[in-house]
C-alpha cells in the first residue's frame, strides 16, 4: 500500500504514539478523579471531625460551668470563654463543610439553633456570674456585716449585767451571746453549701435568737434581726436562681446543644460514607478502563512487531551479511533479489556499488598507513622540541636569576652603608630597575611554563589574611609614589587556614593590585574581599580590586586578557609593560579552578574581580570575631573626600554612628565612660577643632585618629597628640586590632607606654659554621656577607665536588647552602653522595632560581631539608637559620 518504508514507520510509530497517549489519558483522567474524590472524602471526614469536637466542647463547656461554680475561679472563667469561642469559630466552620458538601437546608437550621442555644447559653452563664456576685455581695457586705453588728450589740448587753439582776436576767443574755455566735455560724454553712437543711437551721437559729431578744425591749437588736431576716431572705432567692439557671435552663440549653450535634455528626457520617461509596465505584471503573487500555495497547503493538520483524528487520540482517562479506574482502557468492521498491531495496542496489568501493578504499588505507607513519616522525621532532624549549627555560631561569640575585644582594648591601643623600638615591633606584626586570622576567619565564604546560599548582595550607595583607602593604608602598590611597575590607570570619597555591594566589592579586597603580592617577585602590559560599569542605573567595583610574572601553575589554595585549599602543608607550601580567593572572586563576572578570567604565575605573576556590585545612579554626563590646563608638569625619569606614569597624562595637563635620554633636554631647570617638580625617584640622579635641582629651574621652595615607603629612597636627591611637588605610586586621586595642584601653596604654623603654633593633646573632655552595663569584660574595651578619663563620665551595670532599674531609658544618645548578657536580647529585655517607643529620638548604613545586620536590627527595628561592634575602636566611641553628646572645 505504502512503497516507502520511512512512511510505514512513521505510521507504526504514530499508532504506538497514539496508543500511549491514549493509555496516559485514561490514567491521568482515573488519577484525576481517585484525588478529587479522595480530597472531597478527606475534608468530609474533617467536617466530621469538627462536628465530633463540638460535643466535646460543649461538655468541657458544662463541665466547667460547674467547676466555676464551685470555686468561682477567673481562670475557669478564662477557660469558659475560651470554650465558647471554639465553639463558635467551630460551628462557622461546620456551616461552610454544610453548605459546600451540600448536606442539606435541615442541617444549616439544626447550627442556626446551636448558635442561639450558644447565645442563650453565653446570656445565661453571664446571669449566673451576675448572680453569684449579688450572692457574694448580699453575704459579704450586708449578712456578715450586720451579724457583726449583731455579736458586737448582745456582748454589749451581757457586759451590762448588774450585781442585784436576778440570775435568770444574766443567763437570758448569756444565752443571746451564744445564739448569735450561732447564727454567724449557720451564715456561714449556708453560703457554703446551700441547701434546705441549711436554710432551715439558719431560719431556727434566727427565730429562738429573736424569741430572747424580744423580752429585753432593744429596738437596736430588733431592726438588727429585722434586716438580717430580710437579707438572708433575699440571699435564698438569688441561690435559688443561679441553681434554676445552672442545673436546669443551661443543662437543658446543653442537652439539645449535644443532641442537635449529634444528630449533625450522624448525618456527616452519613455522608462520608456515601463519598466512599461514590470514590470506590471511580475506582473500579478506572481499573476497568486501565485494563482495556493495556489489552488493546498489547494486541496493537503485536501487530505492528510482527509487521517490522517481517518488512524491517529480517531483510535488514540479510543485507547486512552481505555488506560484512564485502567488508572482509571475500568474494561475494549470494546475489539477493531486489523485489521491493523502498528504502530497503535500494540499500540492496547500495551493496554491489560498494563492492566496487571497497578495492579503492584498500588502496588509501595503505596510503594512509604511510602517512601515519609520518606523523608519528613528526610528534617524535615535536616532542624534543618540547623537552628541549623545557631544558631551555630551566637554564634560562637559572642564568638569568643567578645574576641578579648579585645585583640585588649587592644592592641590598650596599644599602646598609652610610650613604649621602645622593648616593642613596642611585641605590634605590638600582633596587627599584631591578625589581622592574625581575618582574619582566618572571612574567615571561610564567607564560612560557605556562605556553609549555610545566607550570605546577601547589595545594600547601597557608593562612589568607596573611597573604591579603602582605598582598596589600605591597601595593600600598607602590600606590605611596603617587599617592594614591589603598583601601580594604578583609572579613574576621573567614577560616583560619585554606589549602592552595599562596604564591600564584598573591601573584594574581599583585598583578592585578600594580595593574591598577599603573592606571590610576588620583583617588584610590580598594581591596574588597568577600565568602561568597562555604560548604563543610572547601569554600569560594571573591576578591573585588576596584581604581578610580582611566578605565577600559567595551571594545577594549574584549582583548585585555590576550597574550602581549595592552588596551592600545599609547598604552604601551606611555605607561610600559610586557603585556603579559592579565594574560598570565587569567592563566594562573583557570589554573588553580578560578576565574577572573573586568568590569570598567572608561575614565572612571575598573574593578577587576578573582573568584577563587579553596579547600579548608581540616578542623581548620575560624578567625576569632573581635568581641563585639559594649562601646558605642562615634566616627567624626573631618574633611571632603573621607573614607566610609563604619563597615570596618563593625564587629568591634556595640552600635556605630556618623558625625559630619559641620555638626556641633561633638561639643554638646555629654559623654559616657563606654562611649569612643574616631576622627576620620582626609584634610587639616581647623583650630576650632583642634582645641574640640584637646577639651575631649582633657575630659579623658577616648579619641583615635584615622587617616587616608596621601594625608598624613597635611594631618601633621594630629602629631601634637603623641599617646593617641593613630590608624592609616589601608585598615589592615591586624592594624585594627591594634588600634582598637589601643583605643579600647587607652588609659592603660599610656601609663604603660611612658615605662617602656626604647628598643634598640640589631640583627639576630647565630652560633655555627656554614658552607656556602655557589660557583657564581658575586652570589658568593652577597652569600657571605649576608652570613658574617649574623655572626656566622663560613667556607666556600665552587661545585658540588668541592662540597663534597670539604664535607667528608672536615664534616663539622652546622649547615650547608646548597645551590642545586653548578658544574662538574650538581647540587642535587651533591647532597645524594652526602647522604650516602650517613650524615643525615647535617642540614643542607637548597639555593635556586626554580620556584616550582616540582623543583622544590627534587630537592626534598635528593636529601635537601629545606629550599630557598633566588634573588636570595636577608630574611629568608633569617627564617632558615632561626628554624635550624642556636641563637647566640652578647655574651658568648
Known amino acids: 500500500m505504502f512503497r516507502s518504508l520511512k512512511l510505514q514507520l512513521i505510521i507504526s510509530l504514530t499508532i504506538i504514539i497514539l496508543l500511549f497517549i491514549g493509555q496516559e489519558y485514561v490514567s491521568y483522567q482515573s488519577q484525576k478523579l481517585l484525588a478529587t474524590g479522595l480530597a472531597s472524602s478527606q475534608k468530609i471526614a474533617e467536617g466530621v471531625v469538627q462536628v465530633k469536637t463540638l460535643e466535646k466542647d460543649v461538655l468541657d463547656l458544662q463541665r466547667n460551668v460547674l467547676i466555676y461554680k464551685e470555686n468561682k475561679g477567673s481562670s475557669v472563667l478564662k477557660r469558659l470563654n475560651d470554650i465558647m469561642t471554639s465553639v463558635t469559630h467551630k460551628l462557622d466552620i461546620t456551616t461552610l463543610f454544610i453548605k459546600k458538601n451540600n448536606i442539606g437546608a435541615d442541617q444549616e437550621i439544626a447550627i442556626n439553633s446551636m448558635r442561639n442555644h450558644l447565645k442563650d447559653y453565653r446570656e445565661n452563664f453571664d446571669s449566673v456570674v451576675l448572680l453569684l456576685n449579688k450572692k457574694n455581695e448580699l453575704f459579704h457586705e450586708k449578712i456578715v456585716d450586720r451579724l457583726s453588728i449583731l455579736k458586737t450589740i448582745t456582748t454589749e448587753v451581757s457586759n451590762d449585767i448588774k450585781p442585784n439582776q436576778p440570775i435568770q436576767l444574766t443567763l437570758n443574755n448569756n444565752k443571746i451571746d451564744d445564739l448569735t455566735l450561732e447564727l454567724q455560724l449557720a451564715a456561714y454553712e449556708y453560703f457554703l453549701l446551700s441547701d434546705a437543711e441549711r436554710t432551715l437551721n439558719f431560719q431556727n437559729t434566727l427565730n429562738t435568737l429573736n ?21 438572708f431572705l433575699l440571699l435564698t432567692q438569688v441561690t435559688r436562681n443561679y441553681n434554676y439557671l445552672v442545673n436546669v435552663v443551661m443543662s437543658g440549653s446543653a442537652n439539645e446543644f449535644l443532641y442537635l450535634a449529634k444528630n449533625l455528626s450522624d448525618v456527616a457520617l452519613q455522608h462520608l460514607n456515601t463519598s466512599n461509596s461514590n470514590l470506590n465505584t471511580v475506582i473500579d471503573e478506572s481499573i476497568f478502563h486501565g485494563n482495556i487500555m493495556f489489552v488493546i495497547g498489547i494486541l496493537l503493538t503485536s501487530i ?8 524491517l528487520i529480517f531483510p535488514i540482517q540479510k543485507v547486512t551479511k552481505v555488506f560484512d562479506t564485502l567488508a572482509a574482502n571475500k568474494e561475494l557468492h549470494e546475489q539477493l533479489e531486489v523485489d521491493r521498491d523502498d528504502e530497503i531495496g535500494q540499500l540492496i542496489k547500495s551493496a554491489s556499488i560498494f563492492q566496487l568501493k571497497n578495492q579503492q578504499t584498500n588502496d588509501l588505507l595503505i ?15 615535536a616532542e624534543k622540541a618540547t623537552q628541549s624549549k623545557s631544558i631551555f627555560l630551566a637554564n634560562m631561569s637559572h642564568e638569568i636569576r643567578t645574576p641578579m640575585n648579585g645585583i640585588i644582594g649587592l644592592t641590598d648591601l650596599l644599602s646598609l652603608k652610610e650613604l649621602d643623600e645622593e648616593e642613596r638615591d642611585y641605590v634605590d633606584k638600582i633596587r627599584y630597575s631591578s625589581n622592574i626586570l625581575m618582574s619582566v622576567i618572571n612574567d615571561i619565564l610564567d607564560f612560557s611554563k605556562i605556553e609549555a604546560g610545566k607550570i605546577d599548582i601547589e595545594k600547601v595550607p597557608f593562612e589568607p589574611i596573611k597573604i591579603f595583607e602582605n598582598v596589600i602593604e605591597a601595593i600600598t608602598i607602590k600606590a605611596a609614589e603617587k ?36 592606571f590610576t592617577h588620583s583617588g584610590a585602590i580598594t581591596f574588597d ?14 576578591v573585588d580590586i576596584s581604581d578610580t583610574g582611566i578605565g577600559v572601553s567595551d571594545a577594549q575589554q574584549k582583548n585585555i586578557f590576550n597574550d602581549f595585549t595592552q588596551a592600545d599602543d599609547s598604552t604601551n608607550r606611555k605607561f610600559g609593560g610586557t603585556g603579559l601580567g592579565l594574560s598570565i593572572s587569567k592563566q594562573l586563576a583557570e589554573l588553580m579552578a578560578g576565574e577572573i572578570s573586568l568590569t570598567s567604565t572608561l575614565n572612571q575605573g575598573s574593578t577587576f574581580s578573582v573568584l577563587m576556590p579553596f579547600e579548608l585545612v581540616a578542623q581548620s579554626i575560624v578567625q576569632p570575631l573581635p568581641a563585639a563590646n559594649i562601646n558605642k563608638l562615634f566616627i567624626w569625619n573631618i574633611g571632603d573626600y573621607v573614607a566610609i569606614i563604619k563597615n570596618n569597624f563593625t564587629a568591634y562595637y556595640s552600635s556605630i554612628e556618623q558625625v559630619d563635620t559641620n555638626s556641633n554633636f561633638i561639643e554638646e554631647k555629654q559623654w559616657a565612660k563606654n562611649e569612643v570617638l574616631v576622627i576620620n580625617l582626609s584634610g587639616k584640622l581647623s583650630q576650632h577643632q583642634l582645641a574640640t579635641i584637646k577639651v575631649l582629651l582633657q575630659d579623658n574621652i577616648k579619641v583615635g585618629f584615622c ?102 674531609n672536615s664534616p663539622d658544618y652546622d649547615l650547608i647552602f646548597m645551590d642545586v645548578q653548578m658544574p662538574i657536580m650538581d647540587g642535587y647529585e651533591a647532597t645524594r653522595t652526602i647522604r650516602a655517607a650517613k650524615l643525615n643529620k647535617l642540614i643542607i638548604c637548597g639555593l635556586s632560581a626554580n620556584a616550582m613545586a616540582s623543583d622544590i620536590e627534587k630537592g626534598k627527595s635528593s636529601g635537601m631539608n629545606d629550599y630557598i628561592t633566588k634573588p636570595i634575602s636577608q630574611n629568608d636566611v633569617q627564617r632558615i637559620l632561626h628554624k635550624y641553628l642556636t641563637a647566640s646572645s652578647h655574651l658568648d
Open 211 to 231: 424569741t430572747k431578744i424580744k423580752p429585753l425591749n432593744i429596738d437596736v437588736l430588733n431592726a438588727s434581726l429585722a434586716a438580717i431576716s430580710a437579707d
Open 304 to 311: 505492528i512487531t510482527i509487521y517490522a520483524l517481517n518488512r
Open 367 to 381: 596510503k594512509s598507513q604511510r602517512f601515519n607513519e609520518q606523523l608519528v616522525a613528526s610528534q617524535e621532532k
Open 483 to 518: 599617592n594614591i590611597n589603598v583601601r580594604c575590607l578583609i572579613p574576621y570570619d573567614m577560616p583560619k587556614q585554606f589549602i592552595g597555591d599562596p604564591v600564584r594566589f598573591s601573584q594574581i592579586l599583585l598583578n592585578l593590585g600594580n595593574n591598577a597603580v599603573k
Open 529 to 542: 574581599v568577600k565568602v561568597t559560599e562555604e560548604h563543610k569542605e572547601h569554600l569560594i573567595i571573591l
Open 707 to 808: 587617616c587616608d595615607a596621601h594625608a598624613l603629612t597635611a594631618c601633621s597636627a594630629i602629631n601634637n597628640f603623641v599617646n593617641q591611637p593613630k590608624i592609616h588605610h589601608p585598615l589592615l586586621p591586624s592594624k585594627l586590632k591594634r588600634f582598637n586595642d589601643e583605643l579600647l584601653h587607652l588609659n592603660e596604654a599610656q601609663a604603660t607606654q611612658s615605662k617602656k623603654p626604647t628598643a634598640i633593633v640589631t640583627t639576630p646573632q647565630y652560633k655555627g659554621h656554614v658552607l656556602i655552595v655557589e660557583d657564581n663569584t658575586i652570589n658568593q660574595m652577597v652569600a657571605r656577607k649576608i652570613i658574617m651578619s649574623f655572626g656566622l663563620t663560613y667556607d666556600i665551595a665552587e661545585d658540588g665536588q668541592q662540597a663534597v670532599t670539604k664535607v667528608l
